[in-house]
């Protein structure tokens, strides 16, 4: 009766104790697995970001290098451009110089 009761709701009582440790610990353990994907998760993010720093720093440097050789090329360029053009003129100027002459002796002689 009472005792009976009594005895049923105790029984009752445990297996909400029981049921409520079980999840309690099943809790527990969800939280601890969500922590460690979380930090794998944020170990992963870590890691590719590194790795698209070191590939844009890796990139910035090679540009840097073509930049320099470009630079490089254009001044050569140059330097043969000019060196081209003074030898043009130069020999622009012999050959009026040696035109001239050779007019102006052709021009004495006629006169003479």
């Not at 009472?2 to 610990?25: D, F, H, P, W």
């Not at 320099?68 to 050569?76: F, T």
């Amino acid at each position: 009766t009472l005792q009976g009761t009594e005895s049923t709701y105790q029984q009752k009582i445990m297996a909400e104790v029981e049921r409520y440790q079980a999840l309690q610990t099943e809790k527990e353990l969800l939280a601890e697995r969500w922590e460690e994907q979380q930090t794998l998760l944020q170990e992963g993010h870590e890691r590719a970001l590194q790795e698209l720093a070191d590939e844009f720093e890796t990139k910035l440097q090679e540009d840097a290098l073509v930049l320099e050789n470009v630079r490089k090329d254009k001044l050569a360029l140059e330097a043969t451009f000019e060196e081209t053009r003074t030898q043009i003129e130069e020999d622009v100027d012999r050959e009026v110089h040696e035109l001239s002459t050779k007019y102006d002796s052709r021009l004495k002689r006629e006169r003479d």
